[in-house]
C-alpha cells in the first residue's frame, strides 16, 4: 500500500504539473497576442501623431499651397477658385428672396424674408422632393424642366404673403453641389457629375442657363442671381449675421474651405476688378496634400481600395466619410494579430461596415461598463461577449484616430487664417494694398470662420479637440480673437442671402 500511495501521489503531482505548464503556457500566448495588439495600438499612436511642430509645419504648408494655387492654374493641389462673389450679405438685406439647392438625390427650395437693417431674417419656408432616379441619367432639358416645374408649384402656393412689388423678378440663389467652373457669380458650366448622375448633355454647359431655359418655359419670371456652393453658402450667411467672418469651412461627409481674398493677391487672374478689392475662392481643400500630414498604413490602404487614389487626400484624413473605417481597418489589423475578438469577425473586412457616427458614438460612451460599445460592436460588427478592457482599447483607437482628425482641420483652418494674415503672425501676402484691405501688419483683429456640417456639429469629442488645437496652435492671446461659429444651412439660407446682396434691388440701407 505504502508504494502504490507513494505512486498515485508521484502521479498527481505529474499531471498537476502539466496542467500547470498547459495553464502558464496558455497566459503567455495570450499574453504574447495582448502584447501585440498592444504594439499595434502604440504604432497608430506613433503614426497619427500631431505634435504642435507637425501641425504649424501643416500650417505652413497650407499656406504656401494656397499661395501656389492663386498664383496659376494647376500649380497646387488646391484648386483655388474663383467664385466672383465679391458681394457678401451684411444684414441690411430687405425682401424675399429664393434658394434652389440640388445636391443629391433631393433638391430644396427655400422661400426667405429679410426685413432690413437690424431685422434679420423675419422667417423661411422650405420644400424637400426627391429627384426621380430616371432624371439622374436622363437629359439636362428633363431634369431643370422638373425642377423649374416644382419650383413653379412652390411659388404658386406662397399666396399674397411676400412682400415682393409687383412686376419685380424674383431673385434666386442656386446652390449646385457639383464640380463646376464658374465663369460668373450667376453662372459656371459643369465640370463632371458625381453622386450618382449621369446626364451627358450637361458636361460642358453652363448649368444656370439650362435652368433659366427652362424657367421661362412655363412663364416662371424667375432671374438666377447667384450660383454657388454649400462652402460659400456656409460663408454668406456667417456672414450676415456677424460681418468679422472672412471664411467658412464645411466637416462632415466631407469637407471644403472657402475664404475672402484680396484681388491683387491672386496672380492668376491679374486684372479682376471688384467693387469690394476682395473676392471668394473656393479652395476645394479636401485635395490639400502634404509630406507633413501624418499618415499611416491604414491610410494607404484605404486611399488604394477607393475609387481615387492618390486624390482628396485631406479629405480622407478628417471627413466623416473615412473615419469610422480607419478604425475598422485598425481593429482588422488588431484581430489579426491577436485573439481579442476570438475568432477573426469575418464583418471586419467589409469596407466602411461602421460608420463614423457608430464610431462617434462608442468614443464618446461615458458609461461605466462601456455598454453602447459593446452593443455596436454586436448589432454592427457581430462581436459579442468583449471583456472591458478590450472595449476600452476600441475607444483608445476611436480617440487616436479622431484627435488626428480634429487636429488637422485646425491646423487647415489656421493656414487660412495665415495667408490672409489673421493668425497673429503677419501671413504670407501678395500683391499690393488696397484701400479698405487689411495689410499683413495690422494689429489682431476679431476674426469669425463659420463651421458647417454634421462631423463638426454632432461630435462633441472632435469639436473639443479641434478647438483645443487652435488655441495650441495660435497661442491663447490670438486664439481669443478667433471665434468658430456654427452657421447652419449655408447651401439653403445662405443661398438666398447671396441672391440678396447681388440683386439690384437689394436696399442699402
Excluded at 282 to 288: A, D, I, L, Q
Excluded at 347 to 369: G, K, N, Q, Y
Excluded at 494 to 501: C, I, T, V
Aim: aromatic residues 6%; charged residues 20%; neutral net charge.
Amino acid at each position: 500500500m505504502g508504494k502504490l500511495g507513494f505512486g498515485l501521489a508521484v502521479s498527481c503531482a505529474v499531471a498537476t504539473c502539466a496542467i500547470a505548464a498547459i495553464i502558464v503556457s496558455k497566459r503567455v500566448k495570450s499574453r504574447r497576442k495582448w502584447n501585440r495588439m498592444v504594439g499595434v495600438l502604440k504604432e497608430l499612436e506613433e503614426g497619427c501623431s500631431t505634435s504642435i511642430t507637425r501641425l504649424r509645419q501643416v500650417v505652413d504648408a497650407m499656406a504656401v499651397e494656397m499661395h501656389a494655387g492663386l498664383a496659376s492654374e494647376g500649380g497646387s493641389k488646391l484648386k483655388m477658385l474663383l467664385t466672383f462673389i465679391d458681394n457678401l450679405p451684411h444684414g441690411n438685406e430687405k425682401g424675399t428672396y429664393y434658394a434652389l439647392h440640388l445636391g443629391g438625390t433631393n433638391f430644396r427650395v427655400l422661400r426667405v424674408q429679410l426685413g432690413g437693417k437690424g431685422s434679420g431674417i423675419l422667417g423661411h419656408e422650405v420644400e424637400r422632393q426627391p429627384i426621380p432616379p430616371y432624371l439622374m441619367t436622363s437629359t439636362s432639358e428633363d431634369l431643370f424642366d422638373f425642377i423649374a416645374e416644382a419650383l413653379n408649384q412652390f411659388i404658386e402656393r406662397e399666396g399674397s404673403g411676400n412682400d415682393l412689388p409687383p412686376k419685380e423678378r424674383r431673385q434666386l440663389g442656386f446652390t449646385f453641389s457639383f464640380p463646376v467652373r464658374q465663369t460668373s457669380a450667376n453662372s459656371g458650366c459643369l465640370v463632371k457629375w458625381t453622386k450618382g448622375f449621369s446626364i451627358k448633355d450637361l458636361v460642358g454647359k453652363d448649368v444656370t442657363t439650362c435652368l433659366e431655359e427652362s424657367m421661362a418655359k412655363i412663364g416662371l419670371d424667375m432671374r438666377v442671381a447667384t450660383l454657388v456652393n454649400d462652402t460659400v453658402g456656409t460663408l454668406a450667411l456667417g456672414h450676415f449675421h456677424d460681418e468679422d467672418t472672412v471664411a467658412a469651412v464645411i466637416i462632415g461627409t466631407g469637407t471644403n474651405a472657402c475664404y475672402v481674398e484680396r484681388t491683387d493677391a491672386i496672380i492668376k487672374s491679374q486684372g479682376l476688378l471688384t467693387n469690394s478689392g476682395g473676392v471668394v475662392v473656393n479652395m476645394e481643400w479636401g485635395n490639400f496634400w502634404s509630406s507633413h500630414l501624418p499618415k499611416t498604413s491604414y491610410d494607404n490602404d484605404l486611399d488604394a481600395e477607393s475609387p481615387n487614389p492618390f486624390d482628396q487626400g485631406f479629405e480622407k484624413m478628417i471627413s466623416g466619410m473615412y473615419l469610422g473605417d480607419i478604425v475598422r481597418r485598425v481593429l482588422l489589423r488588431m484581430a489579426q494579430e491577436s485573439d481579442i475578438f476570438g475568432d477573426l469577425p469575418s464583418s471586419l473586412s467589409v469596407p466602411f461596415i461602421l460608420r463614423t457616427p457608430l464610431m462617434a458614438a462608442m468614443h464618446e460612451d461615458d458609461s461605466p461598463d462601456l455598454r453602447e460599445v459593446a452593443r455596436i460592436l454586436n448589432d454592427t460588427l457581430q462581436i459579442s461577449d468583449v471583456p472591458l478592457k478590450v472595449r476600452r482599447v476600441v475607444v483608445r483607437v476611436c480617440d487616436v484616430v479622431t484627435r488626428r482628425a480634429a487636429r488637422l482641420a485646425a491646423a487647415g483652418i489656421v493656414g487660412i487664417l495665415k495667408k490672409i494674415g489673421r493668425d497673429g503672425s503677419g501671413g504670407i501676402s501678395s500683391g499690393r494694398m488696397k484701400s479698405g484691405i487689411e495689410s499683413s501688419s495690422t494689429k489682431m483683429r476679431r476674426t469669425v470662420v463659420a463651421i458647417e456640417g454634421g462631423l463638426y456639429l454632432s461630435y462633441t469629442m472632435f469639436r473639443e479637440h479641434l478647438s483645443e488645437a487652435m488655441t495650441e496652435i495660435l497661442g491663447e492671446e490670438v486664439a481669443q480673437n478667433v471665434i468658430l461659429r456654427v452657421s447652419e444651412d449655408g447651401s439653403g439660407l445662405g443661398a438666398a442671402l447671396l441672391a440678396a446682396s447681388h440683386s439690384s434691388t437689394v436696399s442699402s440701407s
